[in-house]
């Protein structure tokens, strides 16, 4: 009988309203798709939340990850970041800027921008058309 109530108590008092490490969406992007035309072409993204950080780029086949960089601090309100087909820059607190170059491959090139403030992660998803 005591372990049915023992097991009753302990299952009764878990905090299904704010589970540890699921937070709420708190850089609320303006958007989170973009297709983009095959010209050298670019997008302004704005941000309501001011405290995020880009995580990480994926871009075709490749990855590419941005921290211990000694040339980047993603801390900083604004840093930019350069690879040969696209530069990405947050220009400030509330705003991500991306360009990428003409796509001269005649397939689509596909773009993932992975952001992320504390344990809240998200993306952009960036489509650029072949010429």
Same mark, same amino acid.
């Given at each position: 009988?005591?372990? @049915?109530?023992?097991?009753?108590?302990?299952? %009764?008092?878990?905090? $299904?309203?704010?589970?540890?490490?699921? !937070?709420? +969406?708190? /850089?609320?992007?303006?958007?989170?798709? @973009?297709?983009?035309?095959?010209?050298?072409? %670019?997008?302004?993204? $704005?941000?309501?939340?001011?405290?995020? !950080?880009? +995580?990480? /780029?994926?871009?075709?086949?490749?990855?590419?990850?941005?921290?211990?960089?000694?040339?980047?601090?993603?801390?900083?309100?604004?840093?930019?970041?350069?690879?040969? +087909?696209?530069?990405?820059?947050?220009?400030?607190?509330?705003?991500?800027?991306?360009?990428?170059?003409?796509?001269?491959?005649?397939?689509?090139?596909?773009?993932?921008?992975?952001?992320?403030?504390?344990?809240?992660?998200?993306?952009?998803?960036?489509?650029?058309?072949?010429?």
């Amino acid at each position: 009988m005591f372990l @049915v109530i023992g097991i009753f108590i302990l299952s %009764s008092c878990k905090d $299904n309203e704010n589970p540890i490490g699921k !937070w709420d +969406d708190i /850089i609320k992007l303006s958007t989170k798709s @973009v297709e983009l035309t095959a010209q050298a072409d %670019s997008v302004t993204i $704005n941000t309501q939340g001011d405290w995020w !950080w880009v +995580d990480g /780029i994926s871009f075709q086949d490749s990855t590419y990850s941005y921290y211990n960089r000694t040339d980047i601090n993603l801390e900083s309100d604004a840093y930019t970041i350069t690879e040969d +087909d696209f530069t990405v820059e947050r220009r400030d607190k509330n705003t991500l800027f991306v360009r990428l170059k003409e796509n001269n491959t005649g397939a689509e090139r596909t773009m993932l921008i992975g952001l992320e403030a504390g344990d809240y992660f998200d993306h952009v998803n960036i489509q650029q058309a072949g010429n």
